[in-house]
């Protein structure tokens, strides 16, 4: 393991050039919270073309998880959790 | 960038044997893809600290002589990965979109071929979209990649050869399916299977062997007739029906459905400006031998195009064959029976983007293509239907009697950008300037 990811503040280790998709299936999250129109976030067709895995990065906007890959100390969360002047896709 | 580059999307095995051809008529090429690594579905790479998994070494020698080829090529294709092609504007300008956060890359190139390989076609059921529940080729796209299969008991369903590949992979990897699905009974049509080329036979026969040895029951003509949630022991509680009829409940964690395979071609235009070409299986899917062949061939045509080299197509007997054993397999494994919407239960969503159900459709009444895109919202959502417009497309004429024939326009049209892209992304983009067009 070469770092660590947070999921709703939870700490879970990667393996370096991972992506958040087997890291959170490793860790037995399989349900990502509620997409803006209800349905339930998860992976679906695992090589970014559904878009039903998308999770907020904070800081950054959202991403697919399938494709995203893990960087140490990268906050995740379910998508609206963060507010939005905290995830403009600058950064600032 | 300059004009007198090639954009090739889609580093899979198609991709880069197009980028080898094209480099060695000494053509500049530009391969991306959205995966973090180069190898497509087929040739999907484990991560590089994650276990990779055995595989045949023919397969393993393929992969490595087109890699050696594509680095023996370092000066003239430059491959990057973790970049998505937003699409083709109609003034020949090509979006290339970061995924790792950096700016949008806008250029224009002399020519664009599109290797995006299949997409797996999943019809909806009910309480399809519960969590744990996803495609057999991203259960198999997971094992490949991270070199271990999901944790708990897994179930395949659906129809089509992929089911018994990935559940003998899966076996091997140390987790067997409780069970396989198949709507299809091949076995009806064993003599025809005895057409296909050798090699095909001798996969069919490893992978059976394997499923035996991990006593996977595979049940024939069967289907998935409804998910639920499960309880503290499974994920989910998947109920059956067998041939015969009768209907079980089993717990599972994971169930991967799979329904057939379609051309990952959405929002692929040739525009005025700039000629597209499609390649390998987003060409038509004839898998993973006969895209190397036809990324060859599309590869040595776009270079006849920008006028290095002479094309002539002697990969064609070859890629005949491999079409000639998919409509074998084809005979084999069925197209499943189009959804019936009118027997559907009312609460199966058919869109997930926007989560509309087969109730949402019935209550909009007679409608056309575009009244259940604009008011119904179905097909909207950022897939932009890509997973269930054709479900969309059958529901609507299912039944000519109800006016519902009446669709004039297609449930899909391509719009610009072909995937979501972040607005800053591009917004700080630079235009590429007009005038390199005339370089």
């Keep these: 393991m070469s770092g660590v990811i947070h999921w709703h503040g939870k700490a879970l280790p990667f393996r370096k050039g991972e992506t958040v998709a087997t890291v959170l299936l490793r860790a037995g999250v399989v349900d990502f919270g509620a997409s803006a129109t209800g349905q339930r976030c998860s992976i679906f067709c695992g090589i970014g073309q559904c878009q039903s895995c998308l999770v907020e990065v904070k800081s950054r906007g959202v991403a697919e998880a399938c494709l995203l890959i893990c960087e140490e100390g990268m906050h995740l969360s379910s998508v609206g959790e963060y507010p939005l002047a905290e995830s403009g896709t600058h950064g600032s | ?439």
Aim: some cysteine.
């Design chain 2, 1 to 439: 960038m300059a004009r007198n580059v090639v954009l090739v999307v889609g580093a899979g095995i198609a991709g880069i044997s197009a980028a080898n051809v094209l480099a060695d008529a000494g053509q500049e090429v530009l391969l991306v893809d959205q995966a973090p690594q180069a190898g497509g579905n087929f040739y999907r790479q484990s991560f590089p600290e994650a276990r990779e998994l055995p595989r045949p070494r023919r397969v393993r020698e393929r992969w490595q002589g087109a890699m050696a080829r594509l680095q023996a090529h370092g000066d003239k294709i430059s491959l990057r990965c973790s970049v998505r092609f937003a699409g083709v504007d109609h003034t020949g300008v090509a979006c290339l979109s970061d995924l790792k956060g950096n700016n949008d890359h806008l250029l224009r190139p002399a020519a664009v071929i599109v290797a995006t390989g299949a997409t797996e076609c999943v019809r909806p059921r009910p309480g399809g979209t519960t969590p744990g529940v996803m495609t057999v080729g991203a259960l198999q796209t997971l094992l490949k990649s991270s070199g271990e299969s999901p944790n708990g008991p897994i179930v395949l369903a659906g129809t089509g050869p992929l089911l018994m590949a990935v559940g003998a992979q899966l076996a091997k990897a140390g987790n067997p399916p409780l069970c396989i699905l198949d709507t299809a009974r091949p076995y009806r049509r064993a003599l025809s299977g005895l057409r296909l080329p050798a090699s095909y036979l001798l996969e069919a026969v490893d992978y059976l062997g394997t499923l035996v040895r991990a006593g996977v029951p595979i049940y024939w003509g069967a289907e998935v007739a409804g998910i639920a949630p499960g309880d503290r022991h499974h994920r989910l509680k998947i109920s059956i029906q067998t041939r015969g009829g009768k209907r079980r409940q089993i717990g599972a964690d994971y169930l991967g459905l799979h329904d057939g395979l379609k051309p990952n071609d959405y929002g692929v235009t040739t525009e005025p400006e700039l000629k597209v070409w499609r390649t390998g299986d987003c060409r038509e899917v004839l898998g993973a031998r006969a895209a190397a062949l036809d990324g060859e061939r599309i590869g040595s045509q776009v270079a006849d195009y920008l006028g290095g080299g002479k094309f002539s197509d002697r990969w064609a007997p070859d890629i005949a064959r491999h079409r000639q054993a998919q409509a074998v397999l084809h005979l084999l494994y069925p197209d499943m029976r189009p959804f019936d919407i009118a027997g559907a239960d009312k609460t199966t969503v058919l869109c997930r983007c926007e989560n509309r159900t087969v109730e949402d459709l019935r209550a909009l009444g007679q409608t056309t293509a575009k009244q259940a895109r604009l008011l119904g919202r179905f097909a909207m959502g950022p897939c932009q239907g890509r997973f269930c417009g054709e479900t969309l497309a059958a529901s609507l004429t299912a039944n000519p009697d109800d006016g519902r024939s009446a669709v004039a326009s297609p449930v899909l049209s391509s719009r610009w950008p072909i995937a979501p892209i972040r607005v800053q992304g591009i917004v700080d983009a630079e235009l590429p300037d007009p005038s390199s067009a005339n370089e």
